[in-house]
């Protein structure tokens, strides 16, 4: 059974850093993509973030130069450093996974994940 614990969200003011993690169990795939996803309210998730088991990686827009994805495979566990926050980047946080080689291009659809987070809450205040 696979589960996605994250961690390391809270409130921060405006040009703040935060770091959050995602602990992986449950599978030993060598192919594998991850994701970082959020929303805020009465918006639709979006994602964020994304790497591939071969350690390419995708980002959103908005937070490229800002945000930065990474993982531990030795501890099982995913990283998005978040740097210059915005009151725009509050929102719950997810971390997804899929046990499966996919195309970069897809890191960020949620389609492509099946195995998702309960998500941490990342608050940036002005």
């Known amino acids: 059974q696979v589960q996605l614990v994250e961690s390391g969200g809270g409130s921060v003011q405006a040009g703040g850093s935060l770091r959050l993690s995602c602990a992986a169990s449950?599978?030993?795939?060598?192919?594998?993509?991850m994701g970082w996803f959020r929303q805020a309210p009465g918006k639709k998730r979006e994602g964020v973030a994304g790497i591939r088991s071969d350690g390419r990686t995708s980002y959103a827009e908005s937070v490229k130069g800002r945000f930065t994805i990474s993982q531990d495979n030795g501890k099982n566990t995913l990283y998005l450093q978040m740097n210059s926050l915005k009151p725009e980047d509050s929102a719950m946080y997810y971390c997804?996974?899929?046990?499966?080689?996919?195309?970069?291009?897809?890191?960020?659809?949620?389609?492509?994940?099946?195995?998702w987070g309960q998500g941490t809450q990342v608050t940036v205040s002005s």
């Open positions: 449950g599978y030993t795939y060598s192919s594998y993509c």
């Open positions: 997804a996974a899929d046990l499966k080689w996919c195309s970069w291009w897809l890191l960020l659809q949620e389609s492509t994940y099946n195995y």
